[in-house]
């Protein structure tokens, strides 16, 4: 399978420099993958794409623990009762199917153009794919499990922490694959509307500003870098952390 | 030991009110093995959750010494006839070892580890301490359930069914070592099934059911020795009077 993969992605490369070496694409909006590659290296060379990509993951990260702390307390509030439950429901109902980038012209007003605002923007769109998911892992706890974890005497805080958390583990993970998928796509929206912030701009900037110079190569150099990191969470980081865990423990793909 | 005294207990479905449980009386000696033998439908499984603390019944009451019933406790173990009742995230050995370590039981790690070793020998599970649970066969499953259950040295063993999904040579080998089991502890246990020669085999009284609403039909005793070889004439009546009294 992941042989296939590289063997497609291969082809596809291949395809896109037949293209561009035809002679009937302009280098100026169609660059070859040797210009590409010459981009990517020059501009992480000069330290400006890779101090952009590190200024965007740190707010990525800031914006997905937040995220994930909210969700976890309101997952556990909607666990406190049916009046608190309906409310979290309720909450999610009006709040999940609002895109993040709606919201920009009202966080613009609120919180200024400034880093918290992008933020905002990230926890928004990591809170609520994560709560729903978390509540369907509790959701989908067997009952069996509960059981046994009263008959050995867990209660309260305890049974939640030992049997329902790591039973939700499957949704958990996917629950965050798809916050992370979420968060990145704000945040690039994002900081290619606010413009600069801070001094820096972060991946999205980046991309926008080398339009402005003209600088396709250097647009689709950035465009690589977002692939990579993104290939990089998904096959690798998530990849391992499923191996140690859900499929390790049989309890993958329920 | 345990005593019930006119439980009674239904379920509401929407408009409808099914009753369950009709005024069931009964005790269990210290250390005998009881079994609830009864078709599906007699309550049987519901009985067992009141007595563990799991469900509340409508009227009466459930006592275990002087005490009365009121939530799960550590003291009365219930093994349920699911595979699943092991905690997938945890290695068999984690498995036994977590109760224990949860009730603060045994000091240290170490002893608590011991001790489960030891329990796993005795249902010969030692070799699989390292496996995760999905890694087992369904016997093998049941087998550290009991391993679980007992290195808690819970006085009260709540067995619902626990052999009822597995193959008849599986069921038969697990009969035996729980009895052995039983001989060693000197634990309670009461033993829910349908099978009526799982009830002689194990019980030293047997509770026939009857059907929904579930009620007691009659209480057998059985005081045949052990180990039992049910092929015996005895035995033989014993099954057919047991039989008549299921199948009115």
């Not at chain 1, 509540?135 to 008959?151: C, E, H, M």
């Not at chain 1, 998530?238 to 049989?250: A, C, L, P, V």
């Not at chain 2, 009864?38 to 959750?49: D, E, I, N, P, V």
């Not at chain 2, 019933?69 to 595979?83: A, E, G, N, T």
Request: proline residues 4%; aromatic residues 10%; glycine residues 8%.
């Amino acid at each position: 399978m992941k042989n296939k993969k590289l063997i497609w992605i291969l082809l596809l490369l291949a395809l896109w420099q037949a293209v561009a070496l035809s002679g009937r694409v302009s280098p100026l909006t169609f660059p070859s993958l040797g210009m590409i590659l010459k981009a990517l290296v020059s501009s992480i060379m000069a330290g400006e794409l890779l101090s952009q990509t590190v200024f965007s993951l740190v707010i990525i990260l800031e914006g997905l623990l937040i995220g994930t702390l909210l969700a976890l307390v309101l997952a556990i509030v909607s666990r406190t009762g049916d009046t608190m439950n309906s409310f979290v429901d309720t909450l999610i109902t009006l709040a999940h199917p609002l895109p993040g980038i709606a919201l920009l012209p009202i966080i613009i007003l609120w919180l200024g153009t400034g880093r918290s605002a992008i933020v905002f923007i990230i926890v928004h769109s990591v809170l609520w794919p994560l709560l729903l998911n978390i509540i369907a892992g509790f959701k989908a706890t067997p009952k069996l499990y509960s059981d046994v974890g009263r008959n050995i005497g867990l209660r309260g805080i305890k049974l939640f922490y030992d049997i329902y958390m790591p039973s939700s583990l499957p949704y958990l993970i996917s629950g965050f694959k798809i916050a992370w998928a979420r968060s990145w796509r704000a945040l690039i929206s994002a900081e290619m509307v606010f413009g600069a912030v801070g001094g820096k701009g972060g991946l999205g900037w980046y991309i926008f500003k080398q339009r402005v110079f003209m600088d396709t190569a250097g647009m689709f150099a950035a465009l690589l870098l977002i692939m990579l990191i993104g290939i990089l969470i998904e096959e690798v980081f998530f990849n391992k952390i499923e191996k140690q865990t859900i499929r390790r423990w049989g309890m993958a793909e329920k | 030991m345990i005593e019930l005294k006119e439980v009674n207990k239904s379920f509401k479905r929407d408009q409808d009110t099914l009753k369950v449980l009709e005024n069931i009386s009964f005790t269990v000696e210290k250390g005998e093995i009881l079994c609830i033998l009864g078709a599906s439908g007699s309550g049987k499984s519901t009985l067992l959750r009141l007595m563990g603390g799991f469900d509340f019944c409508d009227s009466g009451s459930i006592s275990i010494g002087s005490e009365a019933v009121v939530s799960p406790s550590p003291d009365s173990i219930l093994i349920f006839q699911d595979f699943n009742q092991l905690l997938p995230w945890k290695t068999v050995l984690q498995n036994v070892i977590y109760p224990m370590k949860v009730n603060k039981k045994y000091g240290s790690e170490q002893q608590r580890r011991d001790r489960a070793m030891e329990y796993l020998e005795m249902v010969q599970l030692a070799d699989f301490y390292n496996a995760y649970p999905h890694q087992l066969s369904g016997g093998m499953k049941q087998r550290a359930a009991i391993a679980r259950a007992l290195a808690l040295e819970p006085s009260i063993l709540l067995m619902d069914e626990p052999f009822g999904s597995l193959d008849a040579l599986t069921r038969q080998s697990l009969q035996e070592l729980l009895l052995q089991i039983w001989k060693r502890a000197g634990v309670t246990i009461i033993f829910v099934t349908h099978d009526i020669q799982e009830a002689i085999i194990l019980a030293d009284r047997i509770i026939v059911m009857d059907n929904k609403p579930g009620r007691i039909k009659d209480i057998v005793q059985n005081s045949f020795d052990r180990p039992r070889d049910i092929s015996g004439g005895d035995y033989l009546e014993l099954y057919h009077r047991l039989y008549s009294m299921l199948s009115v």
